[in-house]
């Protein structure tokens, strides 16, 4: 079988099999454990959904997910996932334009040890923060101009919108890729600027931007695919709890409420989401290594 193709492969195996393992295990374990409420005041009352009295009923009322907020569940799953899917796409439009930007000024300065060593130390720096700390700071950072200023609120600290809501999540989830994107495009790149046809063509008088158009971007574009999947995977590791400070309500809520209320198939479904979410950024990062793609040609 085609190499490219061994991987691609990966993608339905990796979720079949969190299918199978969570769908066997989770609701066995669920039931092991005393039930409890992931977020404080969560709430939907006993009587609102018609459960008599004595019935055994998680914390806070809620049966499931859907009690939660009302919505049949596959509504639900589909509303939150495109949630998710909305940061993660603006991740990847922000580490392709600033990580990029990054990187290419990293590496034309690597002559330059304290203009390119501070991008590549502040993007180290960054990539080791843990993005729910970023969350959190975030949040600090907001109230307390806010505060200063006088004028109040300068960003909402948490809600779903398509709006300034977005700014916040997004810049917390995409962090990771953004560092990412930028410490592997300035590695490739100073890698391709100090080869000999890069001398040669300087030698000969080309102009940068054509030298770094023509022969410099080719060179680095698969390893910016690959630093960008790999910064992405990040990103969805990162979205539970980063939507939960937020209260996105993405698919990562979905799951750790789903924890809190016993429902063991809103987690399935939810974590089998984040698997597939997880496994196809790695066959893109994968798939982009240049070794990989030699040897799939």
């Excluded at 997910?65 to 569940?73: Q, T």
């Excluded at 969350?135 to 600290?157: K, N």
């Amino acid at each position: 079988m085609n190499p490219k193709a061994q991987r691609l492969l990966r993608v339905p195996l990796t979720i079949g099999a969190a299918w199978a393992i969570l769908a066997t295990t989770v609701p066995s374990l669920m039931s092991r454990y005393t039930p409890y409420v992931t977020r404080p005041g969560l709430s939907c009352g006993r009587n609102a959904f018609g459960v008599p009295q004595g019935a055994d009923v998680p914390a806070g009322g809620c049966t499931s997910v859907a009690d939660i907020y009302g919505l049949p569940f596959m509504n639900l799953l589909i509303d939150s996932t495109l949630r998710s899917l909305a940061l993660l796409i603006g991740a990847a439009v922000l580490a392709l334009i600033l990580g990029t930007l990054l990187g290419v000024a990293a590496a034309l300065g690597r002559r330059r040890a304290f203009a390119s060593g501070g991008i590549i130390g502040i993007t180290t720096l960054i990539a080791a923060v843990p993005a729910f700390f970023v969350a959190y700071f975030l949040q600090i950072i907001v109230i307390l101009l806010g505060e200063s200023s006088g004028r109040g609120r300068l960003l909402p600290v948490y809600g779903f919108g398509y709006d300034e809501h977005l700014f916040l999540p997004l810049l917390a989830v995409s962090l990771a890729a953004i560092a990412y994107t930028a410490q592997l495009t300035a590695t490739r790149m100073q890698d391709v600027l100090d080869s000999d046809f890069i001398t040669t063509a300087t030698a000969k008088g080309l102009r940068t931007r054509w030298i770094l158009g023509i022969h410099v971007l080719p060179h680095v574009r698969p390893v910016l695919l690959e630093a960008l999947g790999s910064g992405l995977r990040v990103s969805v590791a990162s979205l539970p709890i980063v939507e939960y400070l937020f209260q996105w309500r993405g698919i990562g809520q979905l799951a750790l409420e789903a924890v809190g209320v016993h429902d063991a198939l809103g987690l399935v479904f939810s974590a089998v989401v984040l698997a597939a979410l997880f496994a196809c950024l790695s066959a893109i990062a994968d798939l982009s290594r240049p070794g990989a793609l030699y040897r799939a040609t």
